[in-house]
T-cell receptor
Framework: AQKITQTQPGMFVQEKEAVTLDCTYD???????LFWYKQPSSGEMIFLIY??????QNATEGRYSLNFQKARKSANLVISASQLGDSAMYFC????????????FGKGTLLTVNP | GAVVSQHPSRVICKSGTSVKIECRSL??????MFWYRQFPKKSLMLMAT?????????EQGVEKDKFLINHASLTLSTLTVTSAHPEDSSFYIC????????????FGPGTRLTVL
């Protein structure tokens, strides 16, 4: 079984500052993928960034970067230069071939960006 | 990018009626579709996995006779909530894989079901 732990129910950040959202995972599979999704109040799930377990470099997508520490089983999301539109729920998720690519989600972190 | 649509986006129905939700992959063939349920301020809970042309695989605790899933083609999966009751009110989201990245799932915009 796979598990995602997000220990921050809520986070606050000032506009233009950087923020780190924590995610730790547990899996018995050697090959797996880690995902971050953003869910605004409208409900749609917006894909942000992906990290494969064999990727040696940390993934980056624009203002999003993933701090992947395999030995610690952590995959923290870093959002740089926060914008008001970044206020949303953020979910970390994992899947693998061993789970038939079913995504297992964490409980999420509600990010609020203050002006 | 891969686009997944859901219809309807919002539905209100009376208790005892059945509701069908459609999930379509618009620009790729979805070999696998997933159905999730999300309660307010909670995470997504996987209900079932459906592969085109075969029976859906339901997660533990999900009633297969209550939530009927059909994946008749590579671009369409449907979830029917049979004899809906107020406790079935929730946000239902589908996702599809088989797009450009084999292990990536592309999510639909969700359907908000309210059962009166």
């Amino acid at each position: 079984a796979q598990k995602i732990t997000q220990t921050q129910p809520g986070m606050f950040v000032q506009e233009k500052e950087a923020v780190t959202l924590d995610c730790t995972y547990d899996t018995s599979d050697q090959s797996y993928g880690l995902f971050w999704y953003k869910q605004p109040s409208s409900g749609e799930m917006i894909f942000l960034i992906y990290q494969g377990s064999y990727d040696e470099q940390n993934a980056t997508e624009g203002r999003y970067s993933l701090n992947f520490q395999k030995a610690r089983k952590s995959a923290n999301l870093v959002i740089s230069a926060s914008q008001l539109g970044d206020s949303a729920m953020y979910f970390c998720a994992i899947n693998s071939g061993g789970s038939n690519y079913k995504l297992t989600f964490g409980k999420g972190t509600l990010l609020t960006v203050n002006p | 990018g891969a686009v997944v649509s859901q219809h309807p986006s919002r539905v209100i129905c009376k208790s005892g009626t059945s509701v069908k939700i459609e999930c379509r992959s618009l620009d790729f063939q979805a070999t696998t579709m997933f159905w999730y349920r999300q309660f307010p301020k909670k995470s997504l809970m996987l209900m079932a996995t459906s592969n085109e042309g075969s029976k859906a695989t339901y997660e533990q605790g999900v009633e297969k006779d209550k939530f009927l899933i059909n994946h008749a083609s590579l671009t369409l999966s449907t979830l029917t909530v049979t004899s809906a009751h107020p406790e079935d009110s929730s946000f239902y989201i589908c996702s599809a894989s088989g797009g450009p990245a084999y292990n990536e799932q592309f999510f639909g915009p969700g359907t908000r079901l309210t059962v009166l």
